[in-house]
């Protein structure tokens, strides 16, 4: 996971209450799903006004500098809050796919083997799709095919 996703997760993760399932309830009951709808919304939507403070922020800071220094400056200062914007951009395509996997109550299920995922992995990765162990597996495998 990328420094970028890390730091978003935790702005996803630091607003809001960790689930307590009650006593005898089953997993991803509709209580449960209804907390991971509220923190994926909360996440979308902070992602969101990301983008709108960063066309503002462009807006406000195009200028057309005489020094070539000043004007590559703020050339890739934009291109590199363009590609941040990307990434929060498929980002939110990944949020919107996970609301649908809740709505269609597939969520919370690993992909791959189809064993529970987990209350605290979701927390704290809401859009994960695999759990851990198969997760594990599959960056082993990655980092093995970049190094071939």
Known sequence: MSTQ??????????????????????YMSDDMRAHFVSILNKWKQDLM???????DHMKEEAANFADPADRA??????????????????????IDKTLQLIQDKDYGWCE?????????????RPTADKCF???????IKEKQVGKA
């Open 73 to 94: 400056s703020q050339e890739e200062e934009f291109a590199l809050e363009l590609r941040n914007r990307d990434r929060e951009r498929k980002l939110i395509k990944k």
């Open 112 to 124: 791959d083997c189809g064993v529970e995922i987990g209350v605290r992995r979701l927390e704290a």
């Open 133 to 139: 162990d198969c997760k594990n597996l599959a960056e």
């Open 5 to 26: 996703e890390k730091k978003q997760t935790v702005q996803a993760v630091g607003d809001f209450t960790p689930y307590e399932a009650g006593k005898g309830e089953e």
């Open 49 to 55: 006004k990301e983008v709108d403070r960063t066309v």
